[in-house]
């Protein structure tokens, strides 16, 4: 059996709030799946539950990541077991250069007191940054102060490449790009496909699935999945819109 | 070349033969100045130190004042009431040292000691279990470098003793013995310290190091320092260190004078990690001649209460004045810091920037005085301070007084207090940092730009410092 990111029956909310109802998703190591929905159907709180976020209380439910169950960990120990989240709305955190950043959350993977090997890990910084289209400058900014939108997101993707998780929710990676910034962020993520990586790509619009072409799309509606199907799920969903959906649940 | 100097210095240091260190205080062992404070425990210090005259009426009269002089309490804490004076022994000869064995020392001292690599020999040294650390052989091997260049470097006893002509004019001059309750006590029973002469227009390479000199005698409980730069000279000065000073003597309070003449810089660094029972007020001023330059880099970590406000008086023109300071105050502790300045000739600058971090309950105080009269021209201060709060019930406080007169001058004072948010630390732990990590983290990047001014090797330490501090403050 392929690795996979399973989510199975999961409900959870947020104060008296239920989020996700009965979700379940499974995704294999080496494909991209793209979930979409509209806004306030539940996508960025699934992110944030996978990641382990404590806001929110799970009721039920179980989620897996190669076997393994994850929920209810801390997030570090979930994200050192292979699950990065690219947020949609990263913190500014003052002080810390994204140089130093990166380099802690490197450390954090090795086994405690092992040498960390500075030289190669600038090598691979500075490739990176290459082919992000990143000035070496960027290195001594603080981590995402001060960032522009697109700054911001490939800064995102910058560490998704440095830390290469074994799944990576990209959560409205679109979201306050321009066409030149969405561009690179894809290539970027295009880049890190390979048999070793899930992706799970959250988005409002299809226009970013013209750039990360998913092998599967995923419609998200009030909580749970509720259509399937492959790329040409979200041509059509962005043909007939989310009406479409919506009228579609209703004669069920 | 300097590095190996301090490296080899480091191992001298370490296997040198204790037994020299026992000579030179033999003569101090038949003293007890006994517990309390009173005219007889006076008489005693100046015994022990075979003091002039002069030096013991000075702290007589300092004894006084002292005794007349309230509690500050109408502007500071009220728990400096919980000193008992009567109960504190105000001079300690070796021999009546605290003893402790190592098994007693607590396992979370013995930690902090493992995780910041103090070597073995200073541990023991550090926790009281041995009364001292010899380095006697690296300071001697300092001090006959700096004698070549005319540099005094002694203690106060000897200073006033044998070079009364250089010290005796400015010893309780910028801070004199009225300045307050505490810099009163200090000049009553001040025994230990640094008293240091630069001659004129030399410059000390090397930062002069109190850890060698002032643990080659008794470890200081009310320390006296006094610098004087003559003209044109430099010097770094740096005193404390990262490692917890381990205590069961719970008041400190040291009096330092700086003097930088015309042209002269000088910089006293600070870094200070003190345990959790000590009281630590300390009064610290510096007066800057005609384009000089007096700068206090200060990091106060630990102590139940520090009071501590580093002050310059800008007294010829074109003096510059810095203060940057570092506090961290964790459960329990309070960290009242600050600095001042005192305009007091034309186009003289003053900068401050001022951070603190409080943790858990603990609580940061800033303070910070700026006078530019009237009667002086083009004077600036700058004045930043930031307060970093980390749990819920972690306070600050900032009282910034800024009298700012007359034509041409200017003060900019900005003040911040900031929250590591949950989101930032959910952020970082996203990316594999414990919780622990990740508060440490954004508490180096909030002190980042200031951790930068302190030599190298403080800074490292420092940052694990943090480190260590930040771990029980989460959960």
Not at chain 1, 15 to 42: C, D, Q
Not at chain 2, 232 to 241: A, I, K, L, Q
């Amino acid at each position: 059996m392929t690795p996979s990111l399973e989510i199975k029956n999961l409900n959870a909310s947020i104060g008296e709030r239920a989020i996700l109802k009965n979700f379940s998703l499974t995704i294999p190591r080496g494909e991209v799946h793209a979930i979409m929905g509209p806004n306030g159907t539940g996508k960025s709180t699934l992110a944030k539950i996978l990641a382990g976020h404590p806001d929110y209380t799970v009721q039920s439910g179980e989620v897996f990541l190669d076997g393994e169950q994850i929920l209810g960990l801390e997030p570090d120990v979930i994200a050192r077991q292979g699950l990065f989240l690219a947020f949609q709305y990263p913190s500014e955190i003052p002080g810390v250069t994204i140089a130093n950043f990166i380099r802690a959350a490197l450390v954090a993977r090795q086994a405690k007191g092992a040498p960390f090997d500075a030289k190669a890990y600038y090598a691979q910084l500075y490739a990176k940054m290459d082919e992000l289209k990143m000035d070496r400058k960027f290195t001594s900014r603080f981590v995402n102060e001060g960032f522009s939108g697109g700054e911001k997101k490939r800064c995102e993707i910058l560490q998704l490449a440095m830390l290469k998780p074994k799944y990576a929710v990209l959560d409205e990676t679109d979201s306050g790009l321009d066409i030149d910034a969405l561009r690179i962020v894809s290539e970027g993520v295009n880049r890190l496909r390979g048999p070793d990586t899930g992706f799970g790509v959250i988005t409002h619009y299809q226009r970013l699935l013209e750039y990360i072409v998913p092998d599967r799309v995923h419609i998200m509606w009030d909580g749970r999945i509720v259509h399937s199907g492959g790329k040409e799920l979200a041509l059509e969903l962005e043909a007939k819109g989310y009406d479409w959906v919506k009228q579609e649940l209703a004669t069920h | 070349m300097a590095e190996i100097d301090e490296a080899q210095a480091q191992r001298d240091a370490l296997a040198i033969d204790r037994s020299k260190g026992d000579f030179k205080y033999k003569e101090d062992y038949a003293f007890d100045a006994g517990i309390g404070l009173s005219p007889t425990v006076i008489d005693y210090i100046a015994k022990v130190k075979g003091e002039d005259e002069w030096i013991r009426e000075f702290r007589h009269k300092a004894l006084k004042i002292f005794e007349s002089l309230p509690m500050p309490t109408h502007w500071a804490t009220s728990d400096l009431n919980n000193i008992n004076f009567q109960e504190i022994r105000y001079y300690l000869a070796k021999s009546q040292k605290p003893s402790r064995t190592w098994e007693e020392v607590p396992d979370d001292v013995k930690q902090t000691f493992e995780r910041l690599g103090i070597p073995e020999a200073e541990r023991k040294f550090l926790a009281g279990v041995e009364a001292q650390f010899d380095s006697e052989a690296s300071y001697s091997r300092m001090k006959e470098e700096l004698e070549k260049l005319g540099v005094i470097f002694c203690g106060p006893n000897e200073g006033l003793s044998q070079h009364p002509e250089i010290f005796r004019k400015w010893f309780g001059k910028v801070i004199p013995a009225g300045d307050n309750k505490f810099a009163a006590l200090n000049s009553a029973v001040f025994s230990g310290g640094s008293f240091i002469y630069i001659p004129k227009g030399v410059k000390v390479a090397q930062p002069l190091q109190a850890y060698f000199r002032i643990n080659a005698e008794n470890f200081g409980q009310f320390e006296r320092t006094l610098i004087i730069a003559d003209e044109g000279s430099e010097v770094t000065y740096m005193e404390g260190c990262t490692a917890p000073k381990f205590e069961t003597a719970t008041l400190h309070s040291a009096v330092v004078e700086l003097v930088a003449l015309k042209g002269a810089k000088i910089q006293y660094i600070t870094v200070q990690n003190w345990s959790a029972n000590v009281f630590n007020l300390v009064t610290k001023r510096g007066i800057a001649e005609e384009n000089a330059e007096v700068r206090w880099i200060d990091c106060n970590i630990g102590s139940r209460l520090t009071m501590k406000y580093p002050g310059v008086v800008l007294r010829g023109a074109g003096a510059r004045g810095e203060v940057l300071s570092i506090a961290l105050a964790n459960d329990g502790q309070h960290q009242d810091t600050g600095a001042k300045m005192i305009h007091a000739a034309h186009n003289t600058t003053s900068n401050i920037i001022a951070k603190s971090i409080s943790v858990g309950n603990g609580r940061s105080t800033y303070r910070g005085l700026v006078q530019i009269p009237k009667v002086f021209q083009n004077c600036r201060n700058n004045t930043e301070c930031d307060a970093l709060l980390i749990n819920e019930h972690s306070r600050t406080d900032t009282y910034p007084a800024i009298s700012v007169r007359g034509q041409k001058n200017s003060v900019q004072h900005e003040a911040s207090v900031s929250k590591v948010s949950a989101e930032q630390i959910f952020y970082m732990m996203q990316r594999g940092l414990s919780e622990g990590e990740a508060m440490s983290l954004a508490v180096n990047g909030f002190v980042n730009d200031l951790v930068k001014e302190f030599p190298m090797e403080y800074s490292v330490e420092l940052k694990r410092l943090i480190e260590l501090q930040m771990e029980g403050s989460v959960g």
